[in-house]
């Protein structure tokens, strides 16, 4: 601050060193150091945890959070909160398993329960941005909505006959190296979270996302179409969270009303500890990316120890607030108060 | 209230009893004072100044001095790193805001810190109403805040709601709330930044009254002739460091002025130009709307610099934002002869115009984003996909033509102060080719050099072709940097000046009395 008024020229501020340049980077990417050290603990811990078996079943179990996680980044980076993405998992779910089992061709089920899932998102971003209703209020109905129409279309029960084709997506293996296979599921996960991050660093779109979360008025005041950058966060998130159900589906090979209960929450956690800023305009989805493997990899090693359920909260909990007490020191440090 | 004014009356007999012993101790002392931020950023270097008892003691600087942080430490809402603070003569240690409150040291800040859903009484006596077995008295608390408003003469009933009053309104809200706690120095950031000529007035008139009954006033402020208005005594700050301590009085403008820029560099002045020879860029032939906005035969040439002058509430910016489909209006404008009605900004930007907004910080620029990122906003729309390293060539050779000065490109523009910030707004719609643009306020909070500046880049981009429209609540830069100068008032276009003909006192005349007198 000071040296730009008093005048200092540019050139006169000194190289910065290799040292500082690598502290900076590990400061921004903490979420990875973390993640990296939980799992040597892990490792530590369990001799099972670094097996290739384990590996794979993490990305199996992290797939359903992380793609909601994924669209939950967009919505959050724009300052904006969706709360019902869980309920739209579960209706993706049985909005398909329905379909399917009244004879719908799987291929054209699954497109049409998107454009359902994606339509809903739109919807609630377009009331919340248009009609100027914070996003809090209209996706905690959402969540109420979509969960009761789950309900009403299968009449409270699971949905089961589902084809055949459909259910052994969910559990397909795709070679990643020779020797080793990956869950497709966790592989789409992956995919989805690379596109995410190229959509975010290298279109305009992803400029527009990050702009409207820094400073909506002044985005507004550049030209920037904000209420349909809102929008389109929303579907993308409801795209996110069909794309999800019909995992999910897949895997159980039965539409189950219950799903995916809380499932918000877990995507909410994983964003943010993963370095975006509920306030919008900071951050990205590497960070999320590490933060759903991390949780998931404290609930595996629980597992893996025998530790039931109620460790896996308290300790989850705790951790999310040390990780985020220290992305507040470091905004601190950056001057960012 | 009534005690108060007592105690006040009594204390400014003890005071005139000390000073005719000659032995008056000061209100408050800052001594040496110094702030670091991490990393190493250090914002206050070695500040000084001490506030007499009933004075009026000015603090001078441009920005990033360090004004705003010696006033946080003064207020209690930073500890200083160094240094230290005695409040008549004892050390004093602040630990929060409150305790700076209730040593009687009372802060108002620019953005008056006021809570715009309560009342007036209610902010008068916010964290320390009067209480009766527990609960607020409601009575006495009327009662006091009448007394308080009375004091500043305020014409507007203590159960008003605080954002129901105007500026300067809230303002006399901040000041009746300081008399509230007794307050024995009362800080005034920049109480001039929102108030127009008028209402400035009025508030020196309510310090001169309180300066009478012994409040000492500790008044920041970026202009010479409130100060000169006003002062006492001045400090000057610069980089962090008091430079000195003036007698107003006896201290040429000149003096003043170097002390706060360092160099001997003249005001803003007006040179001789030749007149605008340009086709009719803008032409509104009508223009009605909100808060009784009705333009009429207003006309911008291309390569023209036309101020807009007037009162706040004149309707400046909102006939800024209706040529930018920011305010919906009704009429008839043309630009380059084909009509102009923006629905929204973005229609206008495409159209080749550009605002640069009132307030830089909240609608201006993306704070916590990197500087070009900041500048190349609306030239985005360009493309679908986004080159960084093609997005930085594009705006750094603007933002070095405007000498903005910065680090990288890549750091948060929060960094750069205000006149640089300014750059990046004014950057971003050179980078874009707006042809015609709109500048609301542009000098806000800026210091004499960056103003300076300012003016010296909005008339390069007029002579190479832009229409310009400045809209400033400070004649002073209208009259030095434009081609005709508009008074607005009441929201018409009330009288067209030429300040190559026409004297500055009659168009700050008409600005008052809305028109020609």
Redesign the interface.
């Known amino acids: 601050?000071?040296?730009?008024?008093?005048?200092?020229?540019?050139a006169a501020?000194p190289r910065r060193s290799v040292g500082s340049t690598v502290f900076d980077l590990l400061v921004e990417y903490n979420f990875i150091v973390i993640f990296f050290v939980v799992v040597a603990v892990a490792t530590s811990l369990s001799g099972n945890f670094l097996t290739w078996g384990n590996i794979a079943n993490l990305f199996q179990q992290a797939t359903v959070v992380g793609i909601a996680a994924v669209g939950m980044t967009f919505v959050i980076l724009t300052a904006n909160i969706d709360l019902s993405v869980g309920s739209m998992t579960a209706l993706s779910g049985m909005v398909a398993a329905l379909m399917m089992s009244k004879g719908v061709d799987p291929f054209l089920a699954v497109l049409m329960t998107l454009v359902v899932t994606t339509g809903f998102g739109a919807l609630m971003g377009g009331i919340s941005a248009f009609a100027k209703v914070p996003s809090f209020i209209v996706t905690l109905a959402g969540l109420v909505s979509f969960r009761g129409l789950t309900y009403l279309i299968s009449e409270g029960t699971p949905i089961s006959g589902l084809p055949k084709g459909f259910g052994a997506f969910g559990s397909t293996l795709v070679p990643v190296a020779p020797g080793y296979e990956l869950p497709l599921m966790g592989v789409i996960f992956v995919a989805i979270c690379i596109v995410a991050g190229l959509v975010l660093?290298?279109?305009?779109?992803?400029?527009?996302v990050?702009?409207t979360g820094?400073?909506a008025?002044?985005?507004?005041?550049?030209?920037?179409?904000t209420r349909l950058v809102v929008v389109a966060v929303f579907a993308a998130s409801g795209l996110m969270a069909g794309i999800g159900g019909l995992l999910l589906t897949s895997r159980l090979r039965i539409g189950q009303p219950t799903a995916a209960q809380g499932l918000e929450l877990d995507a909410i956690a994983a964003v943010v500890l993963g370095g975006t800023s509920l306030f919008g305009?900071?951050g990205g989805v590497l960070g999320t990316f590490f933060a759903v493997m991390l949780l998931q990899v404290l609930r595996n090693i629980f597992n893996l120890l025998g530790l039931g359920s109620f460790y896996q909260m308290t300790v989850t909990g705790v951790i999310i607030i040390a990780a985020i007490l220290l992305n507040r020191l470091i905004d601190?440090?950056m001057?960012?108060d | 209230m009534t005690a108060s004014v007592v105690q006040l009356a009594d204390r400014k007999v003890q005071v005139t009893g000390a000073s005719a012993a000659g032995a008056a101790v000061d209100v408050l002392t800052v001594r040496h004072v110094a702030k670091r931020?991490?990393?190493n950023?250090?914002?206050l270097e070695d500040a000084s100044l001490s506030v007499r008892p009933g004075e009026v003691h000015c603090l001078l600087g441009?920005?990033?001095?360090?004004k705003s942080t010696l006033l946080k430490i003064m207020a209690g809402a930073m500890r200083p790193s160094d240094g230290e603070l005695l409040l008549e003569g004892r050390p004093l240690k602040l630990h929060s805001p409150s305790e700076g409150t209730a040593a009687g040291i009372s802060m108002i800040y620019q953005e008056l810190d006021l809570v715009p859903q309560l009342t007036v009484e209610q902010n008068l006596f916010l964290g320390h109403a009067p209480t009766r077995l527990g609960l607020v008295d409601r009575r006495t608390r009327r009662e006091k805040a009448r007394e308080a408003l009375r004091r500043i003469g305020a014409t507007f009933p203590p159960e008003t709601r605080v954002e129901r009053l105007s500026v300067a309104n809230q303002q006399l809200t901040a000041i009746a709330r300081s008399l509230t706690t007794d307050a024995k120095v009362i800080i005034m950031d920049e109480p001039s930044a929102a108030l127009n000529e008028h209402e400035l007035k009025n508030v020196f008139s309510v310090i001169r009254d309180l300066v009478r009954q012994g409040v000492s006033i500790l008044y920041v402020s970026h202009r010479l002739n409130e100060i000169q208005e006003i002062g006492d005594r001045v400090t000057v700050l610069r980089?962090?460091r008091t430079i000195d301590t003036f007698d107003v009085a006896g201290t040429p403008e000149a003096t003043l002025v170097e002390a706060v820029i360092g160099q001997n560099r003249s005001l803003v002045e007006r040179a001789a130009r030749r007149p605008v020879t340009g086709d009719v860029a803008l032409r509104v032939h009508e223009m009605t709307g909100p808060e009784g906005l009705d333009i009429r035969d207003f006309e911008l040439r291309w390569g023209e610099v036309i101020g807009l002058s007037g009162l706040n509430g004149s309707g400046r910016t909102t006939f800024l934002k209706a040529l930018?489909g920011?305010v919906p209006f009704s009429g008839h404008v043309e630009l380059e002869g084909r009509p102009l009605k923006p629905k929204?900004?973005?229609e206008?930007?495409?159209l080749g115009l550009g605002?640069v907004?009132e307030n830089r910080k909240?609608?201006?620029?993306?704070?916590?984003?990197p500087i070009y990122?900041n500048a190349t906003?609306?030239f985005?729309?360009r493309?679908?996909?986004?080159?960084h390293r093609r997005l930085k060539e594009t705006a750094e050779p603007v933002l070095r033509s405007l000498s903005t000065?910065?680090?990288?490109s890549e750091r948060?523009v929060?960094?750069?102060?205000g006149?640089?910030q300014q750059k990046v707004v004014l950057a971003?719609w050179i980078i874009d080719r707006s042809r015609v643009l709109l500048l609301d306020e542009p000098s806000r909070g800026l210091d004499v050099g960056a103003k300076a500046d300012l003016y010296a880049l909005v008339r390069k981009l007029a002579d190479e072709g832009a229409a310009v429209i400045v809209a400033s609540s400070e004649l002073e830069e209208l009259y030095a940097a434009c081609d005709a100068i508009w008074v607005f008032h009441e929201g018409r276009n009330v009288e067209r000046f030429d300040p190559s003909i026409d004297n500055r006192d009659t168009i700050l005349k008409a600005s008052i009395l809305g028109g020609r007198a």
């Open positions: 601050m000071l040296a730009s008024d008093s005048g200092i020229p540019a501020t660093r290298y279109t305009v779109f992803g400029e527009y990050y702009a820094g400073n008025e002044a985005a507004r005041l550049s030209g920037l179409p305009g900071r601190y440090r001057g960012r | 931020f991490p990393p950023i250090l914002a441009a920005n990033g001095a360090g980089g962090g930018f920011d929204s900004p973005a206008a930007i495409r605002l907004p909240t609608e201006g620029l993306i704070l916590d984003a990122r906003l609306p985005l729309r493309s679908r996909t986004v080159s000065k910065y680090k990288s948060a929060r960094e750069l102060s006149g640089n971003r």
